[in-house]
């Protein structure tokens, strides 16, 4: 995978799901069902995922 | 994109463009070079092989651009090199009005959404990457379009709030002008600083809850970066169709962006110039008469107010920067241009005691004014008591300045008899400025010009001088 030489923001791209409308509706949900599906660890999560010290469950 | 006056004879790396590793620009002789990584040489045969290239390129909304064969010092790294079509004048999103930053943007997102349809993106969102031919944008940067990747969102969409959008809010919903900021940080306006701005009422305004409220939330949020968002977003099924979405939305609030800057202390001054009709037509017999002597390549009118007198000096010159410091005066000019079609005017906001100075890394990647071209003549009308009484520049320093540039000038003055300089006189104490008179002013001009022709206007309390430089 090639790399930007700008940092594209982290929040910025997430900005840009929640400005999609409509069509953007199905990717917030699958992005944070992978997130909570991550959570309750139903999947572990792959290795090249970090993980947010915030997720990890209790 | 800018050459120095000398010429070295060996490629110059540009000290403004060095950000992107892929893509860099080099002068040489008087020609714009660029030198491509090999990810750059791979986004530029996709480029030169899409239909946009072509027809943006014809429709003057990207610069001429091909592939030439030409070496470059080893440490550009140059897997190929282009040679790009000179722009006259290169200019900055701080010296651009209103209307030019919107139209800049309107050019940038009108790219992307066009590079979308054939699988292509723009990797940044830059204004410095638009310059202007008279009054029509061009973007420059070749080197910014590459392939699409699937799952992505636009790269470039947090430089577009930056550069482009947040300044172009802050200046329509809260009047404040946009450029002291933009000079003052080269990245532009971020997220949290515009929110600070912008009030409970503000917030309901188009635009505003997302692209800076939420972003700045976010950007705080995630300013760790410990998640890959990126990878998160592809794996949920982000799409360049959202990307396009996402673009006609940012083009359709752009365009309904507004600025009403009310009357400023200049936007009725045409109107209500103290010039007899005759006088007025005397003034532009002179100041044509010299514009006409020969063709020249770079005129400055400084001071260009409605800009009448950089339309006479346009008939004979290539390029005329008409300068004036008030934004409201340059923004009008540049839409009456823009109708008119014309091509050889470009209309900048700028302040000659204050002028644009270096600025980025090293104070090299933003050029001063004076280093982006030497104008043959420059035309200072109506201008003298302004930076002379008001801005309390010495008459000498002003004319030093003026013979530094090595140009030729038509140089107006209007004595201290003259209802207006009477009027800036009046409210300084008595006998100020002694230096701005007739006689010390026509001294200080001989020292430095050899004057040809003057013309005594307005019963002699406005004196027109055309002089070149010794």
Aim: glycine share 8%; aromatic share 8%; proline share 7%.
């Amino acid at each position: 995978m090639r790399f930007a030489y700008l940092d594209p923001g982290t929040g910025s791209m997430i900005v840009q799901v929640a400005l999609g409308g409509l069509a953007a509706v199905a990717v917030f949900f699958k992005m944070f069902w992978h997130r909570l599906r991550e959570l309750v660890r139903i999947r572990k999560p792959r290795p090249a995922e970090r993980r947010d010290p915030d997720t990890t469950a209790p | 994109m800018r050459i120095p006056d000398t010429d070295p004879g060996t490629p110059t790396p540009d000290p403004g463009s060095f950000r992107d590793w892929d893509s860099r620009v080099y002068a040489l002789n008087g020609r714009v070079l660029r030198a491509l990584g090999p990810d750059g040489l791979d986004g530029w045969r996709a480029l030169a092989g899409s239909e946009l290239f072509a027809a943006a390129v014809a429709e003057g909304k990207l610069v001429a651009t091909e592939e030439v064969d030409e070496r470059l010092p080893e440490e550009a790294g140059a897997a190929a090199v282009l040679e790009h079509e000179r722009i006259p004048f290169v200019s900055y999103p701080y010296e651009w009005s209103f209307s030019m930053l919107r139209d800049a943007a309107l050019l940038q997102l009108e790219l992307v959404r066009r590079a979308l349809d054939e699988d292509l993106t723009l990797k940044d969102a830059s204004p410095y990457n638009v310059q202007w031919r008279g009054t029509s944008p061009v973007f420059i940067d070749v080197g910014s379009f590459e392939r699409l990747r699937e799952g992505e969102p636009w790269q470039g969409y947090r430089q577009f709030c930056l550069l482009f959008l947040n300044p172009l809010l802050l200046q329509a919903y809260t009047g404040a002008p946009f450029q002291p900021w933009l000079r003052g940080s080269v990245d532009g306006i971020h997220p949290d600083g515009l929110r600070g701005v912008l009030s409970g009422r503000h917030r309901l305004r188009p635009g505003v809850l997302t692209h800076v409220v939420l972003h700045a939330r976010l950007e705080r949020r995630h300013g760790d970066g410990e998640r890959d968002v990126k990878a998160e977003l592809a794996r949920a099924g982000f799409r360049k169709e959202l990307v396009a979405a996402n673009v006609r939305r940012l083009e359709k609030l752009v365009r309904r962006l507004r600025w009403d800057p009310g009357r400023t202390t200049w936007s009725d001054y045409g109107a209500t110039t103290s010039y007899s009709e005759g006088d007025a037509a005397r003034k532009e017999g002179f100041v044509r008469e010299v514009a006409a002597r020969r063709r020249r390549g770079l005129v400055w009118n400084v001071g260009a107010n409605e800009g009448r007198h950089a339309r006479i000096a346009a008939e004979h010159a290539d390029t005329v920067v008409a300068l004036d410091a008030d934004a409201a005066v340059v923004d009008r000019l540049y839409r009456e241009l823009a109708d008119e079609g014309a091509t050889r005017i470009l209309p900048l906001v700028g302040d000659v005691t204050d002028p644009s100075p270096g600025l980025g890394w090293r104070g090299r990647e933003r050029l001063p004014l004076e280093e982006r071209g030497r104008p043959e003549l420059t035309l200072c009308l109506a201008l003298l008591h302004h930076v002379s009484i008001a801005g309390n520049v010495p008459v000498t320093a002003f004319l030093d300045w003026l013979a530094d540039l090595r140009t030729e000038i038509v140089l107006e003055l209007p004595t201290r008899d003259d209802p207006r300089v009477a009027a800036l006189l009046a409210r300084k104490r008595p006998g100020a400025h002694p230096d701005y008179d007739r006689e010390p002013f026509e001294r200080a001009l001989a020292e430095r010009f050899e004057v040809e022709r003057s013309l005594e206007l307005a019963g002699a309390t406005r004196i027109l001088y055309a002089a070149r430089p010794r």
